[in-house]
């Protein structure tokens, strides 16, 4: 498995997390790095992700719920939400990163760690992102 998937695994992670507590977002990492033996090169990926992904929350939960018609956020399943929402600031905010390859890795994820349901929904809603703002600045 890829650095940058595990480091996608990780974020994922991570806001599940921050979804579950009140803690701030820098106690909920700094714990989690604490009880996770993982190497050094997964971090800076995976901090990136995290904090890009709070910061921009607002705005990332806005598109989703309005991409997400039938669906409210508060209804999803937690790890859902944070594949999609990890996903989606990957696709608005890193030019580093394809947004083909975000939402594969979205795809990906959620075969391991979701519903078998997951997976389709996912794609629809981040294919629908992805369309909509391939051509928007980053």
């Not at 650095?3 to 806001?15: D, F, P, T």
């Not at 508060?74 to 939400?81: A, F, G």
């Amino acid at each position: 498995m890829s650095s940058r998937r595990q480091s996608r695994i990780a974020a994922m992670q991570m806001l599940y997390q921050i979804q579950l507590t009140t803690m701030p977002v820098k106690v909920v990492m700094e714990r989690f790095w604490q009880s996770q033996e993982a190497s050094s090169e997964l971090r800076p990926f995976a901090t990136q992700l995290v904090e890009g992904t709070t910061a921009h929350l607002e705005a990332i939960d806005t598109l989703l719920q309005n991409t997400s018609k039938n669906w409210k956020l508060h209804r999803m399943p937690i790890v859902d939400l944070s594949i999609l929402r990890c996903a989606t600031y990957e696709i608005l905010y890193l030019n580093d990163v394809d947004p083909a390859t975000a939402i594969d890795e979205a795809i990906e994820i959620a075969k391991s760690y979701s519903t078998p349901d997951s997976p389709k929904f996912i794609n629809g809603i981040l294919d629908n992102i992805r369309k909509t703002h391939e051509n928007a600045p980053k």
